[in-house]
């Protein structure tokens, strides 16, 4: 077979792998849409076998082998990344049986459904041996894998390449060390009304404005949608078809706002990839930290700002004009930049925010290295929350079952998120060396700024490493520096510190 058969069959099995995977994230996002809850146990047990059929092609034997030929053929700078790619997503699952990848998607489908049950109804100990099975059944997969690292250091490369225990336990103690300082510090400082944020705003005049801020962004229907659910997420069908929910409270103005801002930063990574890379594996493996650092710097850097909203803040007085009537563009700059500590990490404000990640981190650690037991495991996140954070969980829905990333088997991603902020700085700071950010927002020029991180960081998705898109763009090495300079400047004049 020559070269260009060999491709040729390759692009022809990654064409069949998409399909069936565009299925799938069809009916996920189905799943997160209320349907009919009687029936679930129907639907995941279909789901699993279209998972499986899936699975079956994803792990063709003959397409390992394939790769393997092409390895030793002289490609192309791109051809050879996919073909690296592709090889390291074989070597993830090369080796998992077939009937038990359908019994893992099993326990995940009755996840899913046992966390949304059981967090409605508060109860811990009942969605308990759910989680346990998840945890022991990722084990199990994560075994599997074709890799020298330690289990847990599996999962964390496997959502941000070389990025392991060691790297993260360095990257959060110089978080301990500079940032839980200052929160203490601000703990003791003239504290900011926030109070009018939580007043009675009815949802309906909030999804009368969320319109008001997708124009501003640039987020437009022929590329995008938004929908609602009970956690915030984006899926990617393909770069011109990005979905992704918000959630509305009737007693916080700026949740859905922000949530929203934050989603449509993940949006604008996906739309945004290489034409040439649409439906390849450069597009689909983008790692969690680069991708997080787009939505954290959309969300903070960009739609906390103070220019972002003395644009956008009349158009919200406007539908609430009593619960605004006394409040200026700066006051509602400042209410949302307060910092305090608060038990629900998608409402944590930029300052606070890492810890909810350590907290995370640790118990993950633990539950994957075997020094922590799912038995109780709501009650170590409360002591770690009182530590960490200085605050009593008087619950478990605002405590260990509000996220659900380990319901859905997301292990080793939360702390993408912190260091996703981390790379947000990094990069907005090079931002500001080259354009005049707060400009472009007071004259409604969002879209400028997704230019430049279009050119300088979308459109590569995962042809390179995360490092090595952030060194490109910024000219140097990650620098935790540009992270917290940035938080302790920006909370030190918001507190008058």
Sequence with gaps: ???????KKLKDW?????????????????ANNNPPTDGATYRNEKRAILAGETFKIANDPSIYELLKQLEKEDLDGDTKRIVNLHMKEFEKDIDLPHDFFVQYQLSLGASEQAWLKYKNEDNYEAYEPYLKDVIEKHKQKVSYQKSDLKLYDRMLDNHQDGWNEEKYDA?????????????????????????????????????????????YIGFTPNWGKVGESEHPLTTSICKNDIRFTTKFRDYDVSMAVLSSIHEAGHA?????????????????????GLHESQSRLCENYLGRSFAFWKVNFPKLKELFPEQLKDIQAEDFYRAINASKPSLIRTDADELTYPLHIMVRYEIEKGLFNGTISTDGLNKVWNDKYKEYLGIDV??????????????????????????????????????????????????????TIMDWLKEHVHQYANRYTPDEILEKATGEAFNINYYVD???KKYRQLYNL
């Design 1 to 7: 077979m020559t070269k260009e058969e060999m491709l």
């Design 268 to 288: 604008y990574f996906g739309h945004q990839v290489a034409d040439k890379y649409d439906g390849t594996i450069i597009e689909q493996t983008i790692n969690a």
């Design 14 to 30: 990654q064409d069949k792998c998409n399909a069936y995977q565009m299925a799938l994230t069809i009916i996920g996002i189905d």
């Design 171 to 215: 990257f959060f103690s110089e978080i301990k060390e500079r940032i839980v300082p200052l929160i203490q510090e601000i703990g003791k400082a003239k504290q900011i009304d926030e109070s009018f944020l939580y007043q009675y705003y009815p949802v309906k005049q909030q999804r009368e404005f969320l319109p008001t801020i997708m124009e």
């Design 486 to 488: 940035y938080l302790e």
């Design 394 to 447: 008087p619950n478990d829905k605002d405590g260990i079952l509000q996220d659900m990333h380990w319901p859905y088997a997301y292990f080793g991603y939360f702390p993408t998120y912190a260091l996703g902020s981390a790379f947000a700085a990094q990069f907005y700071h090079k931002m500001e060396e080259v354009m005049n950010v707060e400009e472009l927002l007071l004259h409604s020029q969002y879209t």
